[in-house]
């Protein structure tokens, strides 16, 4: 695993993956190398000209790709649904669902078409309602593996159940590190569920490290701190998009994945390098908080999940 590469990722032949936030970035490098490895993959975001777009670079590096784009927009549980609702009708398994989709440290106060503070409900709810709802299709996969993109910020995140959507208190990075935090624990909880409830999930989770991507620029943008030390820092600790995407890219194939396990780059901070396993900060191991955020957010989406709660 010390050097593991694309190289790496077994034949996919005969498999179906789902990734959110394909259009680009971390999602976009992840779709192309599934679809280089013989997936079926369904690219997913919230642009249908970004999603042609997508769909034409990757047929441009795989003629003989097999993909197609579904309009899914996380901050909506209407357009979650909706999408949800087609893959259901259509009834075939998917063998692989990545949730990579995410905005990051929001400048002001925004709110999804669901009231939810728009960090928290693009990065975490959008996909926990997604995995509830699209769990009968992986339940179809003889194999079927869960993989949620965290983050290094979840490091310093904290579940403020009193101040969940931000309007209390908003702070952009807090709410960017609880976003990212809950989506470990989602990682961590729906293995444990899994397991109690014989879904046969493989759940883990990834990182990308500090990985060059746009995802800075959909937040704060071209000012402020977090931009002037991304700017500062990129050309010594940053690596781009395709590697970045490695850690997801193993979590989804290989077979020395693990169950609940976490995977990032073992560089400096986990900040770039080969991907290997992460470390997981003990606020996200917390079972207590873990089974309170799981219950708040069926909740908030209105989700059902089968077996035990």
Known sequence: MSTWTTADIPSQAGKRALVTGATGGLGYETSLELARAGAEV??????????????????????????????IDLASLASVSSATKRLLEEGLAIDVLVNNAGVMMLPKHEKTADGFERQFGTNYLGHFALTAQLLPLLQKSAAPRVVNLSSIAHRRGKISFDNLQGERAYKAWPAYEQSKLAMLIFALELQRRSDANGWRLMSNAAHPGFARTDLIANGPGETGVLA????????????????????TLLAAT?????????????????MIGAPSEARIYPQARDTAVAAKLWDVSVKLTGVSWPGKS
């Open 42 to 71: 369904i690219l997913t975001g919230r642009s249908d000209a970004k999603g042609r777009a997508a769909l034409e670079r990757i047929r441009r590096e795989v003629p003989a790709a097999q993909i197609r784009f579904e309009s």
């Open 228 to 247: 002037l030390v991304s700017r500062v820092m990129k050309p010594f600790l940053s690596h781009s998009a395709a590697e970045g995407a490695l850690p």
């Open 254 to 270: 290989s077979p020395e994945a693990r169950a609940a396990a976490y995977y990032g780059p073992k560089g400096f901070q986990e």
